[in-house]
């Protein structure tokens, strides 16, 4: 009688144990695209997504042609006529279904799984898919993207260097990466030279001068700029306060922007 009691306490325990390891699974966190990068050892395409609440990096590497719709939808750029993702879009439109949400939501064997959460004449589904996919079909449906909690907390290191900002980036409010033939290829870009502002931090100088994510630097002051370190020092050699003068190329035209440095 004594090892029935026992068993069964076991086996509720495990049951329990269970659920709550369900529960932590079901738990999603909301992410937005931070930026799409390349790796500088594997040379692949990345994409990074950023929790909304602590700012927890998820970096996923995908193929070339799902990052080249991400980037392009990042950067507002409309290609003349729908490409795959944004024909998927389409069709759910006619449709008249509703994307609720993109989420990655499985981590297995190395390769993330996720869903897209449809609605569709009243009765919600769920569409297995890859999270490129996910990512690059919610981004054109402006649906919100999930991970789940215990995919977040297995995620890997963002690849390195890639996209951190020195001292000088940061007086900005940006971060920027070398615009490499491989990147430039990704983002559909006849300019390879230059940098690329990966990310723009909220309220900084640099975005109430304008520079948004996807812009790439050429100039400073007249000084051309070849890498993130040609920026970052082109930046360090100018004393506040001044006026920086940025000869910079959005959406594929080239502008000129003016930032205030204080001192």
């Not at 594997?42 to 997504?49: G, H, K, M, Y």
């Amino acid at each position: 009688m004594k090892s029935i009691r026992c068993l069964a306490f076991l086996i509720v325990a495990f049951a329990q144990a269970s659920e709550l390891s369900a529960a932590q699974d079901a738990v999603l966190v909301e992410t937005k695209v931070k930026t799409v990068t390349v790796d500088p050892y594997s040379q692949s395409p990345v994409v990074i997504l950023e929790a909304v609440t602590d700012k927890k990096l998820l970096p996923i590497w995908i193929d070339v042609p799902e990052a080249r719709a991400i980037a392009m939808e990042l950067e507002q750029v409309k290609p003349p006529r729908p490409l795959t993702h944004d024909l998927i879009r389409n069709i759910l439109q006619k449709f008249g279904a509703k994307l609720n949400r993109a989420a990655v939501n499985e981590l297995r064997n190395n390769t993330y799984l996720a869903v897209l959460s449809l609605t569709v004449n009243g009765r919600e589904i769920e569409v297995d898919c890859r999270p490129s996919d996910a990512i690059a079909v919610a981004m054109r449906m402006k649906a919100p993207i999930f991970v789940s909690a215990q995919v977040l907390a297995k995620s890997k290191p963002v690849p390195a260097e890639s996209g951190r900002a020195g001292r000088a980036q940061t007086k900005l409010g940006i971060q920027a990466q070398d615009l490499t033939a491989e990147l430039a290829k990704l983002l559909d870009s006849l300019q390879e030279r230059g940098v690329l502002v990966a990310a723009v931090e909220a309220k900084s100088i640099a975005m109430k001068a304008g520079i948004e994510p996807g812009d790439i630097i050429t100039k400073v002051n007249d000084k051309t700029i070849l890498s993130a370190g040609d920026l970052e020092s082109a930046i360090e050699a100018v004393k506040a306060p001044t006026q920086l003068k940025l000869e910079v190329i959005k959406k594929g035209k080239p502008t000129t922007v003016a930032i205030d440095l204080p001192l």
